[in-house]
């Protein structure tokens, strides 16, 4: 086993606090959800059980109305801010109060497959609660965060994208006010330098929000209603309409043929709405400004997660791949979350031009759905290299290549799992 690999390994362990990873130490010290998702891909290459587990972990915080939370605050740390007594919810287990990409159906489907192929005979066994608790998480992207019924999920938080303070969300941001009931004692500069992450102003709105939404009581309908911030967004709906491509062959597979058909009308629903987001002039998706009813032209790197669910026709394909390369062109390591000639990009501030090992993960997937292997082998290796160069960070800077943000970071290791032995 390659070095690397083993160290891999070693950092889920070193993340382990009982059966969920942390993302890394002290800067991410709860049970993050996409996170987890991605880790249990990992884990499936080389330990199922725990895999299950670690959806299962995070299926804990669940609520009653369908939404997985984006932290799920199993034991208390005063490492991170901010936490339980901030957000306010009502969960038994302490949770966040909002949602994050939903790539647990992915990760479900994935487990399972690997449980088969391992011949687990309690495979669809272990598997049905966490298919039941995806479908549930489905209703709910679709009842609370499109109400209207138009197939693109919305966000009311830039937390929610996993993106925090990407230049997609500046316009939108600016109209949020700075002013907050909770005070803030900002603990992640302790653990990274203040130039990779976001600014003191941006954690102003963000926490804003969040007195907003916990003044709502958390009801989805009372925040879609006085939301400051709302975006129908393309990754996060090509995000669910992976998984719900995933979670439907788990009906069918499970037996469940009528929520396999109801899971399929969604998903074919988004992909249309999706398709209807690609901006032929500008080579890529955009998603929308719910609240000033424009289209975001912020560049980004969401404008190509929808090859993720979609099955492009060639000439939208090969001019979203001509303007991914025109993006990829002279850095060190590839895919860029901003170009670097767009006037917001920031080479180490977080989701302002930082390349990401898991965005790779889902634009490979997207591009060898999308018959281009050859650029999905590119930006693999890309991925590996750089993480066989500058470790196992939870981003990196594009232009150099250096290893950003936290260190020893999970799903970068899980990251690494999958894609080192993956080759096209
Ligand atoms: C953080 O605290 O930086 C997280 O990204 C929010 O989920």
Sequence with gaps: MPDLYQKARDILIANDRGGYTVPTDRLYPFQWNW????????????????????????????WSDGMIPHIIFHAPSDTYFPGPSVWRTAHTVPTSGISQP???????????DAAIAAGKPDASARTLPLYEAALKWHRWWYAARDPEGTGLV?????WESGSDNSPAWDLAMARVPTTTDTVIVRKDLGHVDA????RDEDYKRFIHLVDTYAAFGWDPARQWRGAPFKIAEVQTT???VKSGEEIEKLA??????EEADEIAA????????????????????VSRDLISGEDIHAPTQAGFIPLLALDLEPAIRDAACEEMKLWSNGMIVAFPSTPKDYAGFEAKRYWRGPSWAIINWLLIDGLNRNDRSDMAEDLRRSTVRAIET????????????EGCGGLDFSWTAAAYIELSGKVA
Excluded: C
Aim: proline share 7%; no cysteine; net charge positive.
């Design 35 to 62: 996170d987890s998702a991605f880790v249990a891909m990992g884990f499936a290459a080389y330990d199922i059980p725990r895999a299950y587990q670690e959806l299962e972990r995070l299926v804990e915080g669940q």
């Design 390 to 401: 500058n470790g196992f960070a939870e981003y990196f800077d594009p232009l150099t290549g």
């Design 154 to 158: 919305a966000l009311l938080h830039p």
């Design 252 to 257: 069918r597979l499970l037996g469940r043929h």
């Design 195 to 198: 130039a990779m992450r976001p």
């Design 102 to 112: 939903p790539v647990f159906g992915m990760a479900v489907k994935h487990v399972h």
């Design 238 to 240: 090509a995000i669910l």
């Design 266 to 285: 969604m998903n074919a629903l988004s992909r249309k709405a999706l398709l209807a987001q690609w901006r032929p002039a500008l080579r890529r998706f």
